[in-house]
């Protein structure tokens, strides 16, 4: 079992950044790779970003690449998203994730972030 719990969404304006953090308990964090989706209403849960076990290896969506970086801290357990250059539609519920038995198998509660333009 493993619980995650993300902090630091907010309102920015456009332009602006953000970091958001996801803490894991559980199980072995430098085991999994860790992952972030965003949802907005009506609409389906959206890849953002995903990293790999050890950190070395990343991968984005296009609409954040190069404005958005994943990045671990496997000694604290924790797993950010920078966001920088944020855009009125980068408005959503940011959702953390672990992928331990299968790809996405553990979902935090969200986080809110909304950008004002």
């Known amino acids: 079992q493993v619980q995650l719990v993300e902090t630091g969404g907010g309102l920015v304006q456009a332009g602006g950044s953000l970091r958001l953090s996801c803490a894991a308990s559980g199980r072995t964090f430098s085991s999994y790779a860790m992952g972030w989706f965003r949802q907005t209403p009506g609409k389906e849960r959206e890849f953002v970003a995903t990293i790999n076990a050890s950190g070395r290896g990343t991968y984005y969506a296009d609409s954040v690449k190069g404005r958005f970086t994943i990045f671990r801290d496997n000694a604290k357990n924790t797993v950010y998203l920078q966001m920088n250059d944020l855009k009125p539609e980068d408005t959503a519920i940011y959702y953390c994730?672990?992928?331990?038995?299968?790809?996405?198998?553990?979902w935090g509660q969200g986080t809110q972030v909304t950008v004002s333009s």
């Open positions: 994730t672990a992928s331990v038995h299968r790809s996405y198998d553990y």
